[in-house]
């Protein structure tokens, strides 16, 4: 079958390390079944991999995409939940132990799989299991956020923060945020931001919890932007994971920082439900071909998406 696989890792030029052709089709396997793949999301996590984070060379080589809808074994439409929690070991997200979603078939454990909501196309409906899921526990389990509270997201052109904006909005929170990009500033706007301001911009008010998942480059300006006692959700560190600390700031204001990664089974389900009961749709940048992957990292990778990039099959 073809597949997208990482056979090298490479932290300085990941690209190198991504091969496209055939591999084997998985074997069947008790308990899992294999899912004929329709539409498969990019995720910052398949560069981390080609990158060597999360991952060893001893893994390679390993098909990527954490992300996936399609039709399994029974007929049914199905999306994929991402986290595998096999009772041998601690579990992983799809192309950390098990391969990922960019094939024409991916095996996966029956019970990672949840009903692809009817209102969504393929392609949106690949977008939901990582970067769609962790914005969603982001505010809805972990910032304490009520409706009318201020909410700003970092980075707003990114995969998880064009969730964040979409499902903060139907939440019925102010919603700020930031970019690098006047365009994607603007383009914020269009989908839902009451305001956008350039990345570091001093805000009109402090927020009541700030969405973070740039990391080192907009670190500071979480912290200095937050209310006393406010709330940051960090799920991600695109720009570097070792920014200045501000730790006078964080115990003298009483700033609660909270980690947060991907989402459960239930959650995706009611991410499902929300998509079904109202008009909240995943953004979509673009969509390719699974067979020009190769175009669709390179975007990511230069920072130039906003939304999430889907391939096809
Ligand atoms: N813990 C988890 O479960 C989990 C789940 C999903 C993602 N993540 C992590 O979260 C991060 C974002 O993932 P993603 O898929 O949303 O990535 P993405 O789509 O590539 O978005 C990254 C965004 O970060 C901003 N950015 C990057 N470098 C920056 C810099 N130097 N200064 C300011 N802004 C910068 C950009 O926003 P602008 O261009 O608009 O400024 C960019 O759009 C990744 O590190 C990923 O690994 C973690």
């Given at each position: 079958?073809?597949?997208v696989?990482?056979?090298?890792?490479?932290?300085?030029?990941p690209l190198?390390?991504l091969?496209l052709?055939?591999?084997?089709?998985?074997?069947?396997?008790?308990?899992?079944?294999?899912?004929?793949?329709?539409?498969a999301a990019l995720?910052?996590?398949d560069l981390?991999?080609l990158?060597?984070?999360?991952?060893?060379?001893?893994?390679?080589?390993?098909?990527l995409?954490?992300?996936?809808?399609?039709?399994?074994?029974?007929?049914?439409?199905?999306?994929?939940?991402?986290?595998?929690?096999?009772?041998?070991?601690?579990?992983?997200?799809?192309?950390?132990?098990?391969?990922?979603?960019f094939?024409?078939?991916?095996?996966?454990?029956?019970?990672?799989?949840?009903?692809?909501?009817?209102?969504?196309?393929?392609?949106?409906?690949?977008?939901?299991?990582?970067?769609?899921?962790?914005?969603?526990?982001?505010?809805?389990?972990?910032?304490?956020?009520?409706?009318?509270?201020?909410?700003?997201?970092?980075?707003?052109?990114?995969?998880?923060?064009?969730?964040?904006?979409?499902?903060?909005?139907?939440?019925?929170?102010?919603?700020?945020?930031?970019?690098?990009?006047?365009?994607?500033?603007?383009?914020?706007?269009?989908?839902?931001?009451?305001?956008?301001?350039?990345?570091?911009?001093?805000?009109?008010?402090?927020?009541?919890?700030?969405?973070?998942?740039?990391?080192?480059?907009?670190?500071?300006?979480?912290?200095?932007?937050?209310?006393?006692?406010?709330?940051?959700?960090?799920?991600?560190?695109?720009?570097?994971?070792?920014?200045?600390?501000?730790?006078?700031?964080?115990?003298?204001?009483?700033?609660?920082?909270?980690?947060?990664?991907?989402?459960?089974?239930?959650?995706?389900?009611?991410?499902?439900?929300?998509?079904?009961?109202?008009?909240?749709?995943?953004?979509?940048d673009s969509v390719l071909p699974l067979s020009e992957a190769r175009t669709g990292f390179a975007r990511m990778e230069q920072g130039e998406a906003?939304?999430k990039i889907v391939f096809t099959?």
């Open positions: 079958m073809f597949a696989s990482a056979v090298r890792i490479d932290p300085k030029d190198s390390g091969e052709g055939e591999r084997d089709e998985p074997a069947p396997r008790a308990g899992w079944t294999a899912v004929t793949v329709k539409a995720n910052h996590h981390w991999t990158r060597g984070v999360g991952i060893t060379e001893d893994k390679l080589p390993m098909i995409g954490c992300d996936g809808a399609g039709v399994d074994d029974d007929g049914n439409e199905v999306i994929i939940h991402s986290v595998i929690d096999p009772r041998d070991g601690k579990p992983s997200i799809l192309t950390e132990a098990y391969d990922g979603t094939a024409q078939k991916v095996l996966v454990p029956k019970a990672n799989l949840v009903p692809k909501p009817a209102a969504l196309s393929w392609e949106q409906a690949a977008c939901l299991p990582t970067a769609w899921l962790t914005a969603y526990r982001m505010l809805f389990r972990n910032s304490g956020l009520r409706p009318g509270d201020t909410v700003l997201i970092q980075g707003a052109g990114g995969g998880v923060a064009t969730a964040a904006i979409v499902l903060a909005r139907a939440a019925g929170f102010r919603v700020w945020t930031t970019s690098r990009s006047e365009e994607k500033r603007a383009r914020a706007v269009e989908l839902g931001a009451h305001a956008a301001f350039a990345s570091g911009a001093r805000l009109p008010e402090r927020v009541d919890a700030v969405m973070e998942t740039v990391g080192a480059a907009t670190w500071s300006h979480s912290v200095k932007s937050l209310r006393p006692e406010g709330t940051i959700v960090i799920s991600g560190a695109t720009s570097g994971a070792m920014p200045p600390a501000e730790l006078t700031r964080i115990f003298f204001l009483q700033l609660r920082i909270v980690g947060s990664t991907m989402g459960s089974l239930d959650e995706l389900k009611a991410l499902a439900r929300l998509c079904e009961a109202t008009d909240v749709r995943p953004v979509v906003f939304g099959l």
